[in-house]
């Protein structure tokens, strides 16, 4: 299939930044034809990428070997955020069921959370796996606000946290609560710190368009902290990805920004469309996949996705 490219445009606003993107790559566009573009996993075993396509209840699949897309799952119970977890599986958030499932390596559907306290949960949104096997989750309303990425519903909770499955899948836990609308979330590679954005400003006027640091506590569970990490200058931080050096690349309205590990944005890769999230895939890691509004993009950088601590 054809793929246009174009030489990226690359906002250097930190010399740091220099070290991590290549001026002569291009950014290529990989498909095109979604509504809402969310959710890019990686699955090394078989080289292809899986995305959602929120509105139109779809996930798609795109195949490095020959460049293919195809229809991975449909109907897909408006899919946002996935996750492949230490044993290859899918983890996605899913708005209309209203629930984090995982796809077993026999295909079937698994639901390892759908309630909290008796409650359904609103619409997960993002979710990351941490070493210990442990899920975490973010859980906003959007899936519920109107039936354009879900079904409109009721919030049973009556608010919009942060969640964490145990790895036993027996608990349910809220760590995090105090957002207006949490959304991408990402650990540090040490795993001592978790970043959470928040972008509430789609609900409430002058709202939150920020990410949130939280220090994760001895026993692995607990969090403190929380204070505003990084503000977003251009839309608002949606998804992100934490690299090996501790840097966050994360989807805003003009791009991917890329923040140090003490807040300050490095330079951004500019994307004709807003760019919703990214992830880290190819043979060596070091392929960044954009999921922008209608398009999935990719771009060669200088870095890697953080390896889980032993």
């Known amino acids: 299939m054809s793929v246009e490219t174009q030489l990226p445009t690359l906002e250097v606003r930190d010399a740091r930044f220099r070290k991590f993107v290549f001026g002569h790559v291009s950014l290529e566009k990989l498909h095109t034809g979604s509504r809402?573009?969310?959710?890019?996993?990686?699955?090394?075993?078989?080289?292809?990428?899986?995305?959602?396509?929120?509105?139109?209840?779809?996930?798609l699949r795109w195949d490095e070997c020959d460049g293919s897309v195809s229809v991975f799952r449909q109907p897909a119970l408006n899919t946002n955020g996935h996750t492949v977890d230490h044993e290859g599986r899918l983890v996605s958030c899913e708005h209309r069921g209203r629930c984090i499932s995982r796809t077993e390596h026999d295909g079937s559907r698994r639901v390892l959370a759908s309630h909290i306290d008796g409650k359904r949960l609103n619409s997960p949104n993002d979710v990351v796996v941490k070493s210990d096997g442990s899920i975490w989750f973010t859980d906003p309303s959007y899936g519920i606000d109107s039936d354009y990425e879900g079904d409109k519903s009721p919030n049973e909770i009556g608010a919009q946290c942060v969640y964490r499955i145990a790895a036993s899948l027996d608990e349910v836990r809220c760590v995090a609560e105090g957002?207006?609308?949490?959304?991408?979330?990402?650990?540090?590679?040490?795993?001592?710190?978790?970043?959470?954005?928040?972008?509430?400003?789609?609900?409430?006027?002058?709202?939150?368009?920020?990410?949130?640091?939280?220090?994760?506590?001895?026993?692995?569970?607990?969090?403190s902290g929380g204070e505003v990490f990084a503000e977003c200058e251009s839309g608002l931080f949606d998804g992100?990805?934490?690299?090996?050096?501790?840097?966050?690349?994360?989807?805003?309205?003009?791009?991917?920004?890329?923040?140090?590990?003490?807040?300050?944005?490095?330079?951004?890769?500019r994307v004709p469309e807003a760019v919703a999230n990214v992830c880290f895939g190819g043979p060596k890691l070091n392929r960044l996949f954009i999921c922008a509004t209608s398009s999935l993009y990719s771009i060669y950088v200088n870095t890697r996705p953080a390896a889980r601590p032993a």
């Open 240 to 269: 992100f990805r934490v690299d090996e050096h501790g840097n966050l690349w994360a989807g805003a309205g003009d791009g991917v920004h890329c923040i140090a590990p003490d807040g300050t944005l490095l330079g951004k890769i």
């Open 36 to 59: 809402w573009a969310e959710g890019p996993a990686w699955f090394a075993a078989g080289r292809y990428l899986v995305w959602s396509d929120i509105p139109n209840d779809r996930m």
């Open 179 to 223: 957002f207006v609308q949490p959304n991408g979330l990402a650990f540090s590679p040490d795993e001592r710190l978790l970043y959470v954005a928040d972008t509430g400003a789609t609900h409430v006027e002058g709202g939150p368009h920020h990410i949130r640091r939280y220090r994760v506590g001895a026993d692995g569970v607990s969090l």
